[in-house]
């Protein structure tokens, strides 16, 4: 599954490839540049789970 991180108010998308990428990334990025995190399947389609991940992002 691919995770679309949005950064800075849609400027600025960055790519990963699975969860374990997602939550490493999330550890390491500050959480105020963070605006959504999208669940991208493979037909296109995108779902927001930015809810689920907030406890991972770094304070």
């Excluded at 999330?26 to 991940?53: C, F, M, P």
Aim: net charge positive; glycine share 6%.
């Amino acid at each position: 599954m691919r995770y679309c991180i949005e950064r800075l108010d849609g400027q600025h998308c960055l790519f990963v490839d699975g969860r374990k990428e997602l939550l490493i990334y999330l550890k390491q990025a500050s959480s105020e540049t963070i605006t959504d995190i999208r669940k991208v399947y493979r037909n296109g389609v995108s779902d927001s789970v930015l809810e689920i991940y907030l406890p991972y992002r770094k304070q």
